[in-house]
């Protein structure tokens, strides 16, 4: 059993570009959330993915986006990078989308920083 | 909104000491809580689940409790060693799937 891996590992990117993240979900898990932890902080929601369709939406605008593919792996794209998109970027597979009484495993996530 | 509070926001304890970190939620229509534990710049590891309808978890050095109506769960480490030394989080989930973090409270165990 292979747990959540996320790739790159780091990233640095210019404000106002586009970026894309990717997370691989734990074997046997069909939901995805994504987090961005800025620094010091602890870690915002913002949004989950069952069975291909997004289930749930933290506060943040449109320009983050996301998908889920097949076989449960997930992509994170945030268009018109701001400089307060820095961040460590989370995400955490679990055994299903609907209730909540499933634990989360988290990857180890992706440092990105905009310029 | 759901607001997630941990205190102490750091804890600096000696080697072998037993201690007890706090968090505290707003809104006790929970489905879970989960403590994490985060090195430096790294993911979160989890260390114990506690469903609503549960009172506490036990995993090795570590129990955990949760008082859902009062908005309360301790972490407690027994005989705390420096590898211990992290930042431990606590996160609730509500029923639209979200989990809501608190800021943490970093621990150094000195030896």
């Known amino acids: 059993e292979t747990g959540v891996t996320q790739s790159p590992t780091h990233l640095i990117k210019t404000r106002g570009q586009q970026v894309t993240l990717r997370c691989s979900s734990q074997?046997?898990?069909?939901?995805v959330s994504w987090y961005q932890q800025a620094l010091g902080q602890g870690p915002q929601f913002i949004f989950q993915?069952?069975?291909?369709?997004?289930?749930g939406r933290g506060n943040f605008p449109p320009r983050f986006s996301g998908l889920q593919f097949p076989n449960y792996s997930s992509e994170l794209n945030v268009n018109a990078l701001e400089l307060d998109d820095s961040a460590l970027y989370l995400c955490?597979?679990?055994?299903?989308?609907?209730?909540?009484?499933?634990?989360?495993?988290f990857g180890p996530g992706t440092r990105l920083t905009v310029t | 909104k759901q607001e997630v509070t941990q205190i102490p926001a750091a804890l600096s304890v000696p080697e072998g000491e037993n201690l007890v970190l706090n968090c505290s939620f707003t809104?006790?229509?929970?489905?879970?809580l989960q403590w994490f534990r985060q090195d430096p710049g790294k993911g979160l590891t989890s260390l114990l689940l506690?469903?609503?309808?549960?009172r506490e978890q036990t995993s090795g050095r570590l129990n955990a409790s949760l008082d859902k109506s009062s908005g309360r769960s301790t972490l407690y480490i027994a005989a705390s060693q420096p590898g211990d030394s992290a930042t431990y989080l606590c996160a609730v989930k509500d029923g639209a799937n979200n989990l809501f973090f608190g800021t943490g409270t970093r621990l150094t165990v000195i030896p």
């Open positions: 506690i469903q609503s309808s549960q």
């Open positions: 993915y069952y069975r291909e369709e997004e289930n």
């Open positions: 809104d006790s229509a929970i489905y879970n």
């Open positions: 074997s046997g898990h069909n939901t």
């Open positions: 955490a597979s679990s055994g299903a989308g609907t209730g909540g009484t499933y634990e989360q495993y």
